[in-house]
């Protein structure tokens, strides 16, 4: 019988969705939105999240072009991504309309401001709405890399059920690299001083562990926008194609050698029958 071969390209897709959710995240908390110039940060932190929405919905598109059953696990699938658009959808608005009111206030305009009532909000009144859309953006912004990497991992692991294996085979990784690849994907791997950390669990990984996965090209490291951190660990293309592979992928059990169990000393031994 033939082998069915699964394309991971919605896989490799969610996982560069990630990185972009990861990168848009710590480039929002950088923002502290109360410089000279706080329209053109809500500006273009409001393309940047329409950016991830149609990047979101891209993956619909791609998943739409594979024939596939659409199972539960697969509908669910697509009601994450189209989750993920919606919310970046949303990220996007809440920032459009922080720059609105911005505007009206240094106009001296007036605008609506709940009950059909018309006021000329001041800039205080502009300054404290811009928080609080920016922490709106920031709580739904938060899980979307960890989503996307769960929707992937749920897309391969749905389509090895029914038969198709991916055409790249994963790389043999220790058990630490895996783990560490899939942080990294999560986007909870930075570097400072020379130290990678986990941010998410609060614990740190072996520079030889980052620095082996990028001999192998499977991670890169670009400038972080967040403070007091240096680098951002990212996945490479070929780290991209190589997790998706590794999804679901049945790992051969630890050998072991088994020996006879010892005898407690002054235990009889058994007598031999004639």
């Known amino acids: 019988m033939p082998e069915k071969t699964l394309s991971v390209e919605p896989a490799e897709q969610l996982l560069a969705l990630a990185a972009d959710f990861t990168r848009f995240h710590d480039l929002h908390l950088r923002h502290a939105v109360n410089g000279n110039r706080p329209a053109d940060i809500l500006n273009a932190q409001a393309a940047r999240a329409q950016d991830l929405a149609n990047s979101a919905l891209d993956i619909v598109t791609t998943l739409n072009k594979e024939s596939m059953y659409q199972s539960p696990v697969i509908r669910a699938v697509y009601a994450r991504i189209r989750q993920l658009a919606h919310l970046a959808y949303d990220a996007a608005d809440h920032l459009i309309d922080a720059e609105d009111v911005l505007t009206h206030a240094q106009a001296g305009l007036p605008m609506e401001l709940g009950d059909g009532f018309l006021a000329v909000p001041s800039e205080q009144d502009a300054r404290q709405e811009i928080g609080r859309r920016f922490t709106l953006v920031s709580q739904l912004t938060a899980l979307g ?130």
């Open 145 to 274: 890399a960890s989503d996307a990497v769960v929707t992937a991992e749920q897309y391969v692991a749905e389509r090895r059920h029914y038969g198709y294996l991916p055409a790249h085979q994963p790389p043999a990784l220790s058990r630490t690299q895996s783990r560490t690849l899939l942080a990294v994907a999560r986007g909870e791997v930075t570097i400072s001083n020379g130290r990678p950390w986990n941010r998410r669990e609060n614990d740190r990984f072996s520079i030889s562990t980052i620095r082996a996965l990028e001999s192998r090209d499977l991670i890169t490291r670009e400038d972080c926008q967040l403070w007091l951190v240096d680098e951002r660990v990212h996945l490479s293309p070929a780290g991209r194609r190589d997790l998706s592979a590794s999804f679901a992928y049945p790992r051969p059990a630890a050998l072991t050698t088994t020996r006879p169990a010892l005898r407690p000393s002054g235990t009889p031994k058994p007598a031999r029958s004639r």
